[in-house]
Antibody, heavy 120, light 106 residues
């Protein structure tokens, strides 16, 4: 059974940093691309960042470029999102998501999400 | 960036109705389009990839079609458990982008 378990969310002041983690199981982690997708309260889904199977291809949505960094540790079956210079508009539920392929091919599994609240 | 526009933003339908949701990309994306379903308070569920391929376990009343810039998600006979919000997503080019969502009310 595929499992994606996010952690690291919480309440943080504007300008501070937070690191999200996603521990996975039930599939060969290093065979698939991975993504972070967020959802602000009452809003739609927003893709944040994605990384290919070998970290050779990485992408970000424009609003987080230069502030967020995605990474993966294939030995630990884990995905990370380092979030710096956080803003109130980054407040959202952050989902870890598994891709169908080695690069972007559509998402097939989602975690339950970890909530990030940016507020003073 | 490729912009994805979904319509309608919401709809009301009855059990047994045929429902169609459309998604339009701002430029051609071949068939690199997926559809997702999300119920209140839950994580999204993947329905369709490559515009028309059903994910494992998805009922056959769901179907997808389209190529290039115009795509559709069809529910052939709406069931009570289909009350949800539906999103399309293009994955042709980074940054990947979602449509704004379609809320389906029974």
């Amino acid at each position: 059974e595929v499992q994606l378990v996010e952690s690291g969310g919480g309440l943080v002041q504007p300008g501070r940093s937070l690191r999200l983690s996603c521990v996975t199981s039930g599939f060969n982690f290093d065979d698939y691309a991975m993504h972070w997708v967020r959802q602000a309260p009452g809003k739609g889904l927003e893709w944040v960042s994605g990384v290919s199977w070998n970290s050779g291809s990485i992408g970000y949505t424009d609003s987080v470029k230069g502030r967020f960094t995605i990474s993966r540790d294939n030995a630990k079956n884990s995905l990370y999102l380092q979030m710096n210079s956080l803003r109130p508009e980054d407040t959202a539920l952050y989902y870890c998501a598994k891709d169908l392929g080695i690069a972007a091919a559509g998402i097939d599994y989602w975690g339950q999400g970890t909530l990030v609240t940016v507020s003073s | 960036d490729i912009h994805v526009t979904q319509s309608p933003s919401s709809l009301s339908a009855s059990v047994g109705d045929r429902v169609t949701i459309t998604c339009r990309a701002s430029q051609g994306i071949t068939n690199y389009l997926a559809w997702y379903q999300q119920k209140p308070g839950k994580a999204p569920r993947s329905l369709i990839y490559s515009a028309s391929n059903l994910q494992s376990g998805v009922p056959s009343r769901f179907s997808g079609s389209g190529y290039g810039t115009d795509f559709t998600l069809t529910i052939s006979s709406l069931q009570p458990e289909d009350f949800a919000t539906y999103y399309c997503q293009q994955y042709n080019t980074y940054p990947l982008t979602f449509g704004g969502g379609t809320q389906v009310e029974i």
